[in-house]
């Protein structure tokens, strides 16, 4: 019987004397404002329990792992059609890079890389009208907290600076690839990357996929063959060009984003989500991978 506090106390002491290493993302500047000396664990086990640590209650931009859950709910649309729109191969290049989708024509190599995502958005608000205010009812929903928010001034900052972004999003509209105008689905997916959650809020919301896509109100979002689906490509692409080396290290589904936060699903047992703003040379935080590193060795749920 694993004891999650203890685990999570110890994942604390073991990642203690690293706090502040890696670099806060600056190519978004709101993101570079954040205190990079900071550093959240939590863990929620699927009966609901949860066990945190540090600034577990800090909140932070989700950022990419807001990926997970619009792909869940596109998914729980009985959306079958993106897979027409986005492949499933874990992309071995950065999560903004341009050359491969031109090379591609316009289908990006998974749903978590920039390009795939704006794609899931784009679907998501082809489906509902309002992708962001999906997205941002499911995670109120499952983390019980009514008052989660977008960051305006983050979501800002994404905007000004997201040359990049339009880039790739213009380039999927040349191929035929957006369903929306551009400009109106990117401002949904740089809202979604601005929300602000904790680590023991996410963690919650993580919930979902640890139990094979039933919600926090014992209503099923999605069919546990989608969950399973979701949580796959987690593994092969959830830290982007880092996915080989995350499977060999940790061996969890993980979902990265730069604002420094890492979810992992451990289907059956638990979510747990560490945060620590500091990035490697791939955008992963540094702590938070040791923290999960750590949690893998001491509860041994490696899915290997
Ligand atoms: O679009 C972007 O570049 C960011 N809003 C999200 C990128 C991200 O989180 C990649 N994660 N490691």
């Known amino acids: 019987m694993v004891d999650l506090h203890e685990a999570a106390r110890k994942v604390l002491r073991t990642v203690r004397p690293h706090i502040g290493e890696g670099k806060v993302a600056t190519y978004i500047p709101a993101l570079g404002e954040v205190d990079p000396k900071q550093f959240g664990f939590a863990v929620a086990s699927v009966d609901g329990d949860v066990y945190g640590v540090g600034d577990q209650d800090v909140r932070f931009s989700l950022q990419s792992i807001s990926k997970v859950f619009t792909l869940a709910l596109v998914l729980s649309h009985d959306d079958e059609a993106i897979w027409k729109r986005v492949h499933r191969e874990p992309s071995g290049s950065a999560f903004n890079s341009l050359f491969q989708l031109e090379f591609e024509k316009g289908i990006p190599r998974n749903p978590f890389i920039n390009a795939g995502a704006i794609v899931v958005t784009d679907q998501l608000l082809a489906d509902t009208g ?13 983390t019980g907290n009514p008052d989660l928010h977008v960051d305006s001034v983050t979501a800002a900052s994404e905007s000004e600076t997201g040359h990049r972004n339009r880039a790739l999003a213009h380039l999927m509209a040349d191929f035929g690839n957006m369903l929306n105008p551009v400009e109106h689905a990117l401002d949904h997916y740089f809202r979604q990357c601005s929300i ?14 640890a139990r094979h896509g039933l919600r926090a109100d014992g209503s099923r979002l999605l069919t546990p063959k989608d969950a399973r689906r979701i949580v796959s490509l987690m593994l092969t692409c959830g830290p982007y060009d880092a996915a080989g080396e995350f499977a060999y290290r940790i061996g969890l589904p993980c979902k990265s984003g730069v604002g420094g936060g890492i979810l ?20 992963n935080s540094v702590t938070a991978a040791l923290a999960l590193d750590t949690f893998d060795s001491l509860t041994g749920w490696s899915i290997f």
């Open 264 to 283: 992992a699903v451990v289907p059956d047992r638990c979510a747990a989500v560490a945060w620590g703003p500091g990035l490697d040379e791939h955008g």
């Open 130 to 142: 309002d992708a962001l205010g999906s997205l941002r009812g499911l995670l109120r929903a499952e």
């Open 196 to 209: 602000t959650i904790s680590a023991q809020e996410l963690a919650r919301a993580g919930l979902l996929l």
